[in-house]
Nanobody
Framework: QVRLVESGGGLVQAGSSLGLSCAAS????????MGWFRQAPGKEREFVAS????????YYADSVKGRFTISRDSAKNTLYLQMNSLKPEDTAVYYC?????????????????WGQGTQVTVSS
């Protein structure tokens, strides 16, 4: 079993940066592909970024490409999402997800484990 716990959310102004972390328990973290998804009120959960088990390659939604960076530290069992140049439309609950496959996916239904989510609010 894998448990995922996100941290690092908060309220920031547009143009600011924020870093999210996702701590994973379970010794198989290093073999999992991982991803970040987000869900705004009244909207469907959407893909943000993902990373293969090895840390490369990485994948991004067009809306965050060039602004967000996903990374992982398998020694620390931690997934990261660095968010720069934040926009009000980035406001959402951000979820960390783990997939029991080595290759990442941008489909939320293909992930097996989920964190509880962390709120990110960007004011204009």
């Amino acid at each position: 079993q894998v448990r995922l716990v996100e941290s690092g959310g908060g309220l920031v102004q547009a143009g600011s940066s924020l870093g999210l972390s996702c701590a994973a328990s379970g010794r198989t973290f290093s073999s999992f592909a991982m991803g970040w998804f987000r869900q705004a009120p009244g909207k469907e959960r959407e893909f943000v970024a993902s990373i293969d088990w090895s840390g490369d390659p990485t994948y991004y939604a067009d809306s965050v490409k060039g602004r967000f960076t996903i990374s992982r530290d398998s020694a620390k069992n931690t997934l990261y999402l660095q968010m720069n140049s934040l926009k009000p439309e980035d406001t959402a609950v951000y979820y960390c997800a783990g997939r029991t496959r080595a290759i990442a996916s941008n489909r939320f239904w293909e992930y097996d484990y989920w964190g509880q989510g962390t709120q990110v609010t960007v004011s204009s």
